[in-house]
């Protein structure tokens, strides 16, 4: 006989989802804030590329996708 899986409040289980489509949205402006930049300067162009990989690698431990 298996021991059954303990049931998870149906508030916590909200709560982390909201939680997690919180920190997913603010991600997302942020990779939208640094794609719209424009930048000639070599040194603020390669700052906003690490920035970007960093906002990316955030996004894909929260199971984010390209959405196109």
Request: proline share 4%; no cysteine; glycine share 2%.
């Amino acid at each position: 006989m298996q021991a059954e899986a303990p049931k998870q409040d149906p508030a916590v289980a909200y709560a982390r989802d909201a939680e997690r489509r919180r920190q997913l949205r603010a991600l997302e402006l942020q990779r939208e804030r640094v794609l719209s930049e424009r930048t000639s300067n070599p040194i603020r162009r390669t700052a906003l590329t690490n920035a970007l990989a960093d906002i990316e690698e955030k996004l894909a431990e929260l199971g984010w996708t390209i959405h196109m």
